[in-house]
């Protein structure tokens, strides 16, 4: 047994877990590649040295299934427990952001095919990729990721760990010259041991444990409430709050937008730096692919005068929407009272039905990117 199985089997006996036997299989097959890992890497020194060549990677892992079922979770202890230096966990949405400007400055050289040294560039130190929250809905990462990671894994030796919400058979589903991206789940189904985790428990529901999260009116209150939400989902310890990691996200355009609390796939963001600022809708779809669950603070009540603000608030809850992101609001007013004289006052009816629904259990209990 590695570290990975025994603080495992120790959050279900201090009931942080509950007994969960698809999560149980995971946890065990992860601790497998860990023993896996350390074996490769005490082997390949010397036989590597004399054949020329690198050691056949231990297989990886995909562990699918519904919001909350502690898919997350098992990744961040099998990286934490994981004893050694050449492992790199990140989401994987930021990942296809550095494939692309990876592509884009290998194609300035005009040397060939620039997937080959891409992909060697990416595997340079790296023998475990874990990535959270596979999510594949835009063709520009459809048609380059069978190539992409048949050479990180047949070519480079790397061994992938990744979560998704969707099955390997459901990525990419009824999307742009799908064909293409069908060796990707041929190549996962092969090279990946496939894990599906949809048991009775819903943490991140859990988590929340019944808060509401549309908190109003504005004050300390709403903010003490939607502050609680994000330490709660993120596991993050309040009284360290001065070091909450923040990011950068590439919003295109060469244009990135800073997010001053940024972990686990939840981002906080402000009312004004997202709708009071010049931003359109490829700003939004970003945020939307990047994260499950933001938080927008300092919601005000809108009138003629925020015309602008409301539009682009509307699109804001659109692109969350489509995606199925949750949104944990510090707000003056409820939704239906946000704007209330206006243009496009008649076009935010939609948003308010929106705003409401997505406070329901049903949309809460939906996967990230579920259509």
């Known amino acids: 047994m590695t570290a990975m199985l025994e603080r495992y089997e120790a959050l ?3 009931g942080e877990l509950r007994s969960d036997p698809e999560q149980e299989a995971a946890a065990e097959r992860l601790n497998r590649l860990q023993r896996e890992l350390y074996k490769t890497a005490s082997s390949k020194g010397l036989i590597g040295k004399l054949l020329g060549k690198k050691a056949e990677p231990p297989r990886g892992i995909y ?10 979770m098992l990744m961040d202890l099998f990286i934490q427990t994981l004893d050694i230096p050449e492992k790199r966990r990140v ?3 930021a990942f296809m952001l550095e494939v692309h400007a990876l592509l884009r400055d290998e194609r300035k050289s005009e040397s060939g095919d620039p997937i080959p040294p891409v992909a060697a560039a990416i595997a340079r130190n790296v023998r475990c990729l874990a990535f959270d929250e596979m999510v594949v809905n835009n063709s520009a990462d459809a048609m380059i990721m069978s190539r992409l990671f048949t050479h990180l894994i047949v070519n480079e030796g790397v061994t992938i760990v990744t979560t998704s919400n969707r099955a390997p058979s459901e990525l990419y589903k009824d999307g742009l010259n799908r064909e293409h991206f069908l060796p990707f789940i041929d190549l996962i189904n092969s090279e990946l041991d496939v894990f599906t985790l949809n048991g009775p428990t819903d943490y991140r529901l859990q988590r929340l444990g019944g808060m509401a999260t549309w908190h109003m009116p504005l004050g300390e209150a709403a903010t003490e409430q939607a502050r609680e939400a994000f ?14 990691p923040s990011a950068e996200i590439d ?10 609390k940024s972990l686990k796939g939840v981002g906080v963001f402000s009312f004004k730096r997202l709708c009071g600022e010049a931003r359109g809708a490829s700003d939004y779809l970003a945020i939307a692919r990047a994260y499950h669950t933001v938080l927008v603070m300092g919601i005000p009540k809108m009138g003629p005068d925020r015309r602008n603000e409301a539009a682009r608030f509307v699109t804001l809850i ?4 489509e995606d199925k992101v949750k949104l944990i609001a510090a ?9 209330q004289a206006g243009t496009g006052r008649f076009e935010f009816e939609r948003t308010v039905s929106r705003l409401n629904e997505m406070q329901s259990a049903e949309y809460l209990a939906l996967g990230h990117g579920e259509s």
């Open 63 to 72: 562990m699918w299934g519904g919001v909350g079922r502690g898919k997350s």
């Open 251 to 260: 919003v295109g355009g060469g244009r990135m937008l800073h997010v001053p």
């Open 91 to 93: 989401h994987f949405h």
């Open 318 to 321: 659109d692109a969350l929407y």
């Open 231 to 244: 330490y709660r989902l993120t596991d993050y310890p309040p009284e360290d709050a001065e070091h909450v």
């Open 12 to 14: 279900v006996a201090t």
């Open 331 to 339: 707000a003056d007013a409820a939704p239906e009272d946000l704007y």
